[in-house]
């Protein structure tokens, strides 16, 4: 048996200097471990398709994909004709594209899918895919780029076209197709709408006016082929009224507010705590509550609520929270609508049941701009009421926070990074009245003369307002009590703010107005102080000429 004999050192030195060498020895070790560890756990981690539009990509070993097919099975089952308006960057691009690979039988992608085993996978026919975001229409017109996206297809499938109006190719196409393959076509329209949206402008339609009558005249051609098609799916942002693009096409079946769909694009959180365990396990135990503050809340019908799939995947790529979806593509044109309209409050805004149900252009200043912010994805459906009408308001924090910076800086004239809400924070958080009044005043007194708004006490209220909206606390403007609305309540952690603001008046009469409307008491039951703050604003001064406070 070997026998381990005592090392005898020399000295205390020569000791201390063998015992360092031994723990850098094992701290190495264990390092060389855990970074091994830790680079094999990461490896494991799956793919997370942000952006990934296409459905074989998604698709590849190791990649998050959450199953949508039982959906599709039921839109593809028989013949079809459907439309689906969802907002940017939803999944619309990718249930198109899963579509036409079903259609192109490539079983092999499906497997372990909810429809492998019910599809029947010998029935393939031929798909006419057409992305209008995608065809260059603002570099070489709208025309001549639907007509040379429509022979690029024709090419693919080895067939000649000769027509040269967009509405006679394709209907070309179409007959050509069932002519060389014997089976009837599906068509798949994505971003419909983008070559007018883009050209929206409050105080000029005449582009986009003229793209939407080249739209109409193309998709017109489907009605007549209508034998001819097995399934017609065309998806947008906005939804145009039928009369203005789909006049002829009565026989198309609206999926935006259909019961049965509601949760075909988007994270249900069931969907987000099955799918992404991998990554969530590996996260704080506070992640999912705050995710669902961030990006959960889109619905259309005021039941079912899903994620933002865009936001959700980019969150667990890098980590942290942050305005994903929203920097993908800035509101320009609807908060210079709203701008143009003075309109701000959008929490639960109380709609029609027809919310959804018309964009025409040439009723354009009659437009509720509600309708625009809910398709676009900037308001949601939060119940159904019962007399039909529909409560709107942001779906979460990141819509929230975002858009209403966005807005207030057109009100303000300031870049959207400037950060009042931190600041208003700040000194809300050290009960400093006196230093939130300086940054409401500072602001106001940086919008350039030409913006500036005389005797318009709405100018004043949507800057207060938005500032209110993104501080980060629990902010409610134009809160509803019996005896009245109250301008402006701000519940922090352990105070509440209650602000009343009046133009060209004093500071004591808005003051007044709290004490006798009893706002405080509508409030106490959140046993929290109550710091009530009279605000006068003055037009001529441009700013806050006084304000006063109490405390409860």
């Known amino acids: 048996m070997m026998s381990i004999q005592p090392v005898e050192y020399q000295n205390p030195r020569q000791m201390e200097s063998a015992f360092r060498a031994a723990f850098t020895l094992i701290l190495k070790t264990y390092c060389i471990f855990v970074a091994k560890y830790r680079i094999s756990y990461m490896d494991q981690l799956p793919y997370l398709p942000i952006g990934q539009q296409y459905f074989a990509k998604v698709r590849r070993p190791n990649a998050i994909y959450v ?74 017109g709208l025309i001549p780029s639907l007509r040379s996206a429509l022979r690029d297809i024709a090419r693919q499938f080895g067939v000649q076209l000769s027509k040269k109006s967009p509405g006679s190719l394709l209907a070309e196409l179409i007959k050509a197709l069932v002519e060389k393959t014997g089976k009837q076509v599906v068509i798949l329209i994505d971003e419909y709408d983008k070559p007018i949206v883009d050209y929206l402008d409050p105080y000029d339609l005449t582009k986009a006016t003229e793209q939407r009558d080249l739209l109409k005249a193309f998709f017109s051609v489907l009605k007549d082929t209508s034998r001819y098609i097995r399934l017609l799916f065309i998806t947008g942002v906005s939804k145009f009224a039928k009369v203005s693009i789909f006049s002829d096409l009565n026989h ?21 705590e099955h799918s992404f365990e991998p990554y969530l396990r590996t996260m704080p135990a506070d992640t999912l509550d705050n995710m669902k503050k961030w990006y959960d809340g889109y619905s259309w019908d005021g039941e079912n609520f899903v994620y933002n799939p865009f936001s959700v995947l980019n969150f667990f790529d890098q980590k942290i929270f942050g305005n994903f979806w929203f920097a993908t593509g800035t509101p320009t044109f609807l908060v210079r609508l709203m701008r143009k309209r003075y309109e701000y409050k959008l929490e639960e805004t109380v709609a029609s049941n027809v919310v959804l149900e018309s964009l025409i252009l040439e009723k354009f200043d009659d437009l509720d701009v509600n309708s625009l912010l809910l398709q676009t994805g900037y308001l949601t459906i939060k119940t159904v009421n019962d007399d039909e009408t529909f409560t709107l308001d942001y779906p979460n924090q990141e819509v929230r926070n975002a858009f209403a910076q966005f807005l207030l800086s057109e009100y303000a004239h300031t870049s959207p990074s400037v950060p009042h809400s931190a600041n208003i924070m700040s000194a809300l958080r050290k009960n400093d009245v006196k230093r939130a009044i300086e940054i409401i005043h500072n602001l106001i007194q940086a919008v350039p003369d030409h913006n500036y708004i005389h005797h318009q006490e709405k100018f004043f209220h949507a800057l207060v307002h938005l500032i209110f909206t993104i501080i980060g606390a629990d902010a409610r403007s134009e809160l509803h009590t019996p005896a009245g609305r109250m301008d402006t309540a701000v519940l922090t952690s352990d105070r509440i703010f209650i602000f009343e603001f009046k133009l060209n008046e004093t500071a004591e009469e808005a003051l007044q107005c709290i004490r006798d409307r009893h706002y405080v008491d509508a409030l106490r039951h959140h046993n929290k102080p109550i710091t009530a703050v009279g605000v006068s604003f003055s037009t001529q001064a441009k700013g806050v000429a006084g304000w006063k406070m109490e405390e409860y």
């Open 252 to 272: 198309l079946v609206d999926l935006t507010l259909h019961p049965n769909y509601t949760t075909l694009c988007g994270y249900t959180q069931a969907e987000l």
């Open 67 to 140: 199953d949508k097919t039982e959906y599709i099975f039921r839109l593809c089952s028989d013949e079809g004709y459907y439309f689906l308006s969802r907002p940017r960057r939803f999944g619309k691009s990718l249930t198109l594209d899963t579509i036409h690979e079903l259609f192109n039988g490539h079983r092999e992608l499906f497997r372990g899918l909810w429809i492998e085993d019910k599809w029947d996978w010998t029935q393939t026919h031929p798909v006419i895919r057409l992305s209008l975001d995608a065809i260059g229409y603002k570099e070489d």
